[in-house]
């Protein structure tokens, strides 16, 4: 490999890190934004339980409640392997067709099809098991993963 091979890898590495520390940024100012009004009114309302509103409390305690409620949206609009699974689940829920299960499309656009699917973030090899027998009987042998 040559220096502009690696500078390259470096340039996507720092691509994918920065978009993970992005998406773990949202999640944890959603959570904060969504549960932090809850905590600050319980510690006063120890204090003073006539200074909060019964209807503000029930409010605020729904708010946090919310933050499960948008965990999902969030892991959706940021995460190419969720969308990628949450489609098949419902797909398998709903989808009446067999070959809405059977296809997908390569990060080229292109069509697979006629393989076993693995979720996009599952990378691990195994060469076999203490056997030595292969332990992924329904895999492709094609498959470079």
């Given at each position: 490999?040559n220096?502009?091979?690696?500078l390259i890898?470096l340039v996507?590495r720092?691509r994918?890190e920065t978009?993970?520390a992005k998406?773990?940024?949202?999640?944890?100012?959603?959570?904060?934004?969504?549960w932090?009004?809850?905590f600050?009114?319980?510690l006063v309302r120890?204090?003073?339980?006539?200074c909060i509103?019964p209807l503000?409390f029930?409010?605020?305690?729904?708010l946090g409640?919310?933050?499960?409620?948008?965990?999902?949206?969030?892991?959706a609009?940021?995460?190419?392997?969720?969308?990628?699974?949450?489609k098949?689940?419902?797909c398998k829920c709903?989808?009446t067709?067999k070959?809405?299960?059977?296809?997908?499309r390569?990060s080229?656009g292109?069509q697979?099809?006629?393989?076993?699917?693995?979720?996009?973030?599952?990378n691990v090899?195994?060469h076999?098991?203490?056997?030595?027998e292969e332990s992924?009987?329904g895999?492709?042998p094609?498959?470079?993963?």
């Amino acid at each position: 490999m040559n220096w502009i091979d690696n500078l390259i890898l470096l340039v996507k590495r720092f691509r994918m890190e920065t978009k993970a520390a992005k998406t773990l940024g949202i999640i944890v100012g959603g959570f904060i934004c969504c549960w932090l009004p809850f905590f600050t009114m319980y510690l006063v309302r120890a204090f003073c339980a006539d200074c909060i509103h019964p209807l503000v409390f029930s409010i605020l305690f729904w708010l946090g409640y919310c933050n499960s409620a948008i965990n999902p949206l969030i892991y959706a609009l940021f995460s190419k392997d969720f969308r990628f699974a949450f489609k098949r689940i419902i797909c398998k829920c709903f989808c009446t067709g067999k070959g809405s299960m059977n296809s997908r499309r390569g990060s080229d656009g292109s069509q697979l099809q006629g393989r076993q699917f693995r979720s996009p973030s599952y990378n691990v090899q195994v060469h076999g098991n203490s056997l030595g027998e292969e332990s992924d009987p329904g895999g492709d042998p094609s498959d470079s993963r």
